[in-house]
C-alpha cells in the first residue's frame, strides 16, 4: 500500500545522492538481500531495501532499542534462527521506511525446532505481521500495528508459542479491496497448533482470531474489540472453520459477530471448545453456529462452550444498535453449551434452525432478551424445524419482550427444569412441534403460561402455571384427528391464579393427568369446547384424570361444550355452578365420567350424550342443586348420593345405573319417555359334598322381565359372576317389580334350580351332590413345545393340580425317549439336576405323558412336547450409547463406548 509523502520522497533522494558520495555511510545504514553468516547481529537503525533471508544454518540476533525498517514489499525470511532481544523499556522495531508497506517477518519450515524467538517487538505499518509455515517460534509481547492484511498467519502445521500479543487495527488502511483476506488479527490455518497465552486484537476489520483448516492450538485469554467494517465476509471477533481449538477466557466487545464456528467439510472436523467467553455489544450476533451446507443435515456438536455471558447485542453501545436478529444462532449443526447466561439483549435469545438431540444447553439463563414485535422474533429461544430434539436442561427465561419459548415444527424442544417467567407474551409457546418437558415453572407472564397450537406427541410433566395474564394451560386444535400416536399430555399439572385456568378449543387425543386448578380470574376452571371440530373425521377424546379444583365462580368450575372425552376423578371445591358437559359432537364416541363428586350450585349438567359411561360417582353434600340430564344415554356403575338430591330426566334420557346406592327415585323428574333402570351383580358357586367349587360347571339364569336368558361356566375354583343385571325401572308413570331370576347349574348329569329377587346385589350357592370325580390338571411347566439346551435343567411343576373329594393323588410322569421318569406324591421336580430326586432326561424330541390318579381309581392326562439339543450360543450385545433402531452406534461427540454382552448365552 502506497503511503506518498512529499517528504518521504525527498528524504529518499537526499540518501541516494549521499549514497553515491559516501560507500560507508550506505554500509551502515542499509542492509541488502545477503547470504548471512553464522550469526548476524543488529543494532541501532538497521534499514532494509530488499528481503533478507535468515540462512538455515544462521543465526539473526537483533539488539534492544535496535529500529529496523523496511521498503514497500521487503519481507525478512527466517530459515535458520532469530532472536530479537527486546525488553519493556527498549522494544525492537520494525517499521515502514515511508513508501509503502512492507511484508514483515516469515518463518519457514527449515526454522522449526531451531528455537527463533521474538520478545518485546513491534511491527508498524506492514500487509503482513509474522507468518509461520510450519515452524515454532517463541512470540511474547509484540504489538503488530496496522497490519493490511493479517497481523500473524500460521499455515502448514505451524506450532509457535504466543505470550501477549497485540495487534491494532488491522486492515484499517484499506479501503474496497477486491478480495475479503485482509483486516485479521490472528489466523490459524492448515493444520496449525499454536499454544497462545494473551492476545488482545484491537479495530480489526475482518477477524479478530481466524482458525481454519483443521486447525487447533490452546488459546487463553483474548480481548478482542471493534472487529467489524468488512464487506466481502462477515466480520467477527473470532472465526472457526473446520478445526478443532480450545479458547479459554475470552472477552470480545463491539464486533459485527463475536463468534462463529462454520462446518465446511464433511472430510474435517469442527468443533470448537471455548471456556469462559464473554461477548458484549455484537452489531448482528454473538454468535453463530452452522454449516456452509444448510441442507446437510448429518448433525453432530461443531461447539462446546463452557460458561458463556453475552449482553448488548443490538442494544446502544453496538456499532449500530437495532440490527440484530439473534443473540445465538445455531444452524444445521448441533452443540453443547453450558453455564450460559445472556442479559440484556435486543435480539432473539437463541434461535435454532435444523437441529436435533446433539445440540444440549445446560444451566441456561436468559433476560431481559428479545428481539422487536412478537412471536418467535421476539422470543428468548426460538426454534425451528428441528430433529427431535434439542435439549434444554435448568433454563430460565425471563423479561423476554416475546414468549420465553417458542417452538414451531419438527420434534422442536426437550427438556428439564425450566422456569419462564415475567416474558411479554407466552412463558411456552409450541406450534406444529413436538416436545418432551418435566419441570416447568410458568408465573407472571403476560400471556398464557404454556399455549401448545396445532401440535401433537406433548409430553409436560411437573409443570406449575401461576399469575400469568391469560390461561394457565391453553390448547388450540392440539390434535385435531385422534390417532394411535402423538398425545398431548400434561402430568402433574397445576394452574394458580391465572387469569383462566385450562382451556382447549378444537383439541382430541389431550391427556391432563393429577391437574390442579386453584382460583383463575375469570372463567371456569377447564373450558372445553371442540365445536370446531366438524369436518370429516375431525374429532375425538379428550381425558382428564384425576383433576382437583378450589374455584368460586358464578358459573361452571367445568364447561364442555361440543366435546366427548373422559373424565376420571374430579373434586371441585367452592361456590360454582358444578360440571356442565354438552357432548355435541362430530363423531360419535363413548364418554366415560367416573370417580367424580358433584358439588355446587348446578351440580351437573349433562346434554347430548349419546353414550356416556362410568363409575364410582357421588353425589356430595355441597351439591345445592339438581342433576339435569338432556338427551343422554347413560350407563353408570357404583352411583351414590350422600345426601338427599333430586334427578331430571327429560323425555328423550336414559339413565341405567348398576349398583346405585341411595339415589331417591321417588322424587326423581322423570319425563315423557325417559326412565332410570338400576341393575346388579350374580355370583354363582357350584359346590359339591365336600363344600369345594366344581370347575366348568353349567350355569344359566332366566328372568321374568327386562334380561333374556343367558348362561356361562364355572371357573377354576368353581364360581361365575353374571354382572349388570336389570332389576327395576322407573319411568313419567311409575315403576316395575323387581326381577325373578331362576339360576340352573348341571355338572355330570347332575342338576339342581334356585330362585332369587334381583333388588340387590346376590350370592347363590348352587349344590350339586356328585360322585367321586377325577382330579383336575393344572401343569404350570414346562411349557408345550418348548426348547431347551442340551443336558439342561428342566422344571417339571404340576403343584397346583387338585382333586374336587380331597382324595390322595398320585403323579406318574413319563418321557416317549426315557420311560418313566418318576411315579408318586411328587408334583414338582427338576430334571438333570444336582437335588433330589435325582432325574435324567436324554437330548432329543420328548413326548412327556402326566397322569394324575386318586385313590378311588378315578384318572387324567396330559402329555406336552418338549426338546432338549446342543443349540448354537445366542450373543447379546448392549452398547451404551444404544443403536439406532437401524444398528448403528451414533454419537455426537467423541465419547466412551461400553459393550456388554452378559447377555450372551
Known sequence: MLRSKVLSALFLISMFLLSIQSPLMLADSEISETSGRAQTTWSGSVALNNHYTVPVTDELVISPCTNVTMSNG??????????????????????????????????????????SKIDNASIIHSTYGITVYGSDPYLANVTIFDPDDVGIDLFNSATPTIRNLVIDEAGQDWNFPNYWRYGIGLSIGAGSAPNIDGLVV???????????????????????????????????????????????????????????????????????????????????????????????????????????????????????????????????????????????????????????SSTVFTNLSINNTGGSGTGANAAGISVRSSYFAAKFDGLE????????????????????????????????????????????????NSDSGVHIDDARYVFLSNLTSSLNGDAGLEFNRANDIESSSG?????????????????????????????EINDPVTGPAISINNSGLDLGVQGGMFHLNDVEIWTNHSGPAVDITGAEGEIDGLDMIGSHGGLVWDADHNLERTSILSNANFSGTGCLTLSNHDQLSGHSNHITNDCTGNLTFTNVELNWSGFTDLGNHILDVDTNSHLHLHQPSNIDYV?????????????????????NNNSNGVPIASVSLDFDQLEATIGDSTNDIGTVTFPDLRGKKYNSVGQSPYTTVTIDCSYDGVTNSTNISLSQDRIVWCHLPLGNQAPFVIWDSPIDQNVFPSQSEVLFNASRSWDLDDDMMTFTWTSSIDGVLLQGNTSEFTVNGLIAPIVGLSDGVHDITLDICDDKGNCVQEIRTIELSNQPPIVVVDTDPKLSPWGELISPITKLVEYNLSGTS
Open 74 to 115: 521487503v519481507r525478512i525470511y527466517v530459515e535458520g534462527r532469530i532472536t530479537v532481544e527486546g525488553t519493556s523499556n527498549c522494544p525492537v522495531y520494525f517499521d515502514y521506511s515511508g513508501g509503502g508497506d512492507h511484508m514483515g517477518i516469515q518463518f519457514n519450515s527449515s526454522s522449526n525446532g531451531r528455537g
Open 202 to 356: 484491537n479495530d480489526a476489520v475482518t477477524r479478530g482470531l481466524n482458525v481454519w483448516g483443521s486447525s487447533g492450538g490452546l488459546i487463553r485469554n483474548l480481548t478482542l474489540t471493534n472487529i467489524t467494517g468488512a464487506t466481502l465476509a462477515q466480520s467477527a471477533g473470532i472465526w472457526v472453520q473446520d478445526s478443532v481449538p480450545l479458547i479459554e477466557n475470552t472477552l470480545i466487545d463491539r464486533a459485527d459477530h463475536g463468534a462463529i464456528v462454520r462446518h465446511t467439510d464433511d472430510g474435517a472436523l469442527t468443533r470448537a471448545v471455548m471456556r469462559d467467553l464473554e461477548i458484549k455489544n455484537s452489531m448482528y450476533k454473538a454468535i453463530i453456529l452452522d454449516k456452509e451446507d444448510r441442507t446437510n443435515y448429518t448433525n453432530y456438536q461443531s461447539a462446546v462452550i463452557e460458561g458463556l455471558l453475552i449482553s448488548g447485542t443490538g442494544g446502544p453501545d453496538s456499532k449500530t444498535a437495532g440490527l440484530a436478529t439473534s443473540t445465538i444462532e445455531i444452524n444445521a449443526t448441533g452443540a453443547w453449551i453450558e453455564d450460559a447466561h445472556l442479559e440484556d439483549n435486543d435480539a432473539v435469545g437463541v434461535q435454532l434452525y435444523f437441529v436435533d
Open 397 to 444: 427465561v425471563s423479561n423476554s419482550t416475546g414468549p420465553g419459548v417458542f417452538a414451531i415444527n419438527g420434534g422442536a424442544i426437550q427438556g428439564n427444569d425450566w422456569n419462564l417467567h415475567h416474558n411479554g407474551q407466552e412463558g411456552f409457546y409450541l406450534e406444529s412441534a413436538a416436545t418432551i418437558v418435566d419441570g416447568l415453572n410458568l408465573h407472571n
Open 487 to 515: 398425545d398431548v399430555r400434561c402430568t402433574h399439572c397445576s394452574s394458580n391464579g391465572d387469569n383462566r385456568g385450562v382451556v382447549a378449543i378444537d383439541s382430541v387425543d389431550i391427556f391432563l393427568t393429577d391437574l
Open 667 to 687: 322424587n326423581a323428574v322423570i319425563d315423557g319417555n325417559g326412565w332410570i333402570e338400576e341393575a346388579w351383580d350374580v355370583e354363582v358357586w357350584v359346590i
